[in-house]
């Protein structure tokens, strides 16, 4: 079993005393809480393999929420996360974020989502077509100190972190990654959102401690909500240990029913001298106590394969 160590070196001592010292600057201040569960089950199949069912991924996640007088100030927040049946289990977020006066600026400590593309306030980890992010940036959080807010319509988020993503447990050397993401949002409704991102740094390989990789990747996203549906895009490129880097991502949600969805998706990435493409075409019903979604995926490498996938989603959310 592969287990994300927390010991106790520099980091997991000083997200032991985070909550106590960010509490502090909230004199007189309330607290709520709220605790989530979800399951991702999954059963694949394809032409290249034999057909395999998992647990993908099991998540306990706890939020606390602490407010004064001005709103919301203080959010103290934990992910833990099961991997691929139970094998691999991490703590894959855990944050303390101090909120200034209308959310202009945000102080975040921790291990958190980077600000980068559309990864600001979007994921594909329980979905079944991935973006960009584990092909050109190589993970989704990482632990350090982050500086966001919202200036009008303008909303910004800047980044300094250690480069271990949430597999590794830092042991606080010194930054290694920085990464930042300014956007802004239009329409009267704001139903379209616009980003431009930079990564730069030193990221260390999944599963491997002593394996480090330089990436150098820009990024222009791009998300259109009128309101039956939702278009997301996202164009990257750079360097990944000094070779050549492309890639996009596109991904449309329509609301076919009140409980029904159609997802339409494609990337492309294109590293050195090779170019993969993915194509996607999935439903997603929701029913009282669970979330179904089934799709194909066609994959064009060196071969082309043929993948037809089932998931079963659960999502569990309790205030107290």
């Given at each position: 079993?592969?287990?994300?160590?927390?010991?106790?070196?520099?980091?997991?001592?000083?997200?032991?005393?985070?909550?106590?010292?960010?509490?502090?600057?909230?004199?007189?201040?309330q607290a709520s809480w709220n605790?989530?569960?979800?399951?991702?089950?999954?059963?694949?199949?394809?032409?290249?393999?034999?057909a395999r069912g998992e647990i993908?991924?099991?998540?306990?996640?706890?939020?606390?929420?602490?407010?004064?007088?001005?709103?919301?100030?203080?959010?103290?927040?934990?992910?833990?996360?099961?991997?691929?049946?139970?094998?691999?289990?991490?703590?894959?977020?855990?944050?303390?974020?101090?909120?200034?006066?209308?959310?202009?600026?945000?102080?975040?400590?921790?291990?958190?989502?980077?600000?980068?593309?559309?990864?600001?306030?979007?994921?594909?980890?329980?979905?079944?077509?991935?973006?960009?992010?584990?092909?050109?940036?190589?993970?989704?959080?990482?632990?350090?100190?982050?500086?966001?807010?919202?200036?009008?319509?303008?909303?910004?988020?800047?980044?300094?972190?250690?480069?271990?993503?949430?597999?590794?447990?830092?042991?606080?050397?010194?930054?290694?990654?920085?990464?930042?993401?300014?956007?802004?949002?239009?329409?009267?409704?704001?139903?379209?959102?616009?980003?431009?991102?930079?990564?730069?740094?030193?990221?260390?390989?999944?599963?491997?401690?002593?394996?480090?990789?330089?990436?150098?990747?820009?990024?222009?996203?791009?998300?259109?909500?009128?309101?039956?549906?939702?278009?997301?895009?996202?164009?990257?490129?750079?360097?990944?240990?000094?070779?050549?880097?492309?890639?996009?991502?596109?991904?449309?949600?329509?609301?076919?029913?009140?409980?029904?969805?159609?997802?339409?998706?494609?990337?492309?990435?294109?590293?050195?001298?090779?170019?993969?493409?993915?194509?996607?075409?999935?439903?997603?019903?929701?029913?009282?106590?669970?979330?179904?979604?089934?799709g194909y995926t066609y994959a064009?490498?060196?071969?082309?394969?043929?993948?037809?996938?089932?998931?079963?989603?659960?999502?569990?959310?309790?205030?107290?």
């Open positions: 079993m592969k287990t994300a160590a927390f010991g106790t070196d520099a980091f997991s001592r000083c997200l032991a005393i985070l909550p106590v010292l960010l509490m502090l600057m909230v004199p007189g201040a605790f989530s569960a979800d399951l991702d089950a999954r059963l694949t199949d394809s032409d290249r393999e034999e993908n991924i099991l998540g306990l996640s706890l939020r606390n929420t602490i407010a004064d007088e001005g709103g919301d100030r203080l959010i103290l927040f934990a992910l833990f996360e099961e991997h691929d049946d139970f094998s691999e289990r991490m703590l894959h977020e855990v944050y303390g974020r101090y909120k200034g006066p209308m959310g202009k600026w945000n102080l975040t400590l921790g291990r958190f989502g980077l600000p980068f593309g559309l990864l600001t306030d979007f994921t594909t980890s329980r979905l079944l077509f991935e973006s960009l992010t584990p092909h050109m940036i190589g993970m989704d959080v990482d632990s350090g100190l982050m500086v966001s807010g919202v200036l009008g319509d303008f909303e910004y988020g800047l980044a300094a972190t250690q480069g271990y993503g949430g597999h590794m447990t830092p042991e606080f050397e010194g930054p290694e990654v920085y990464s930042g993401r300014v956007g802004m949002t239009l329409g009267d409704s704001g139903d379209v959102r616009l980003g431009l991102s930079a990564l730069d740094g030193k990221i260390q390989s999944e599963h491997h401690r002593n394996h480090w990789i330089d990436r150098r990747i820009v990024s222009a996203d791009m998300t259109i909500q009128p309101g039956w549906w939702t278009a997301r895009v996202e164009i990257q490129g750079g360097e990944i240990d000094g070779r050549s880097a492309r890639g996009a991502f596109a991904m449309t949600d329509l609301a076919v029913l009140p409980d029904l969805d159609l997802t339409i998706a494609g990337r492309l990435v294109r590293y050195h001298q090779s170019t993969e493409g993915y194509g996607y075409f999935g439903l997603g019903y929701r029913l009282p106590w669970f979330t179904i979604r089934g064009h490498s060196e071969t082309d394969e043929h993948i037809v996938s089932l998931q079963i989603y659960r999502m569990l959310s309790v205030p107290f």
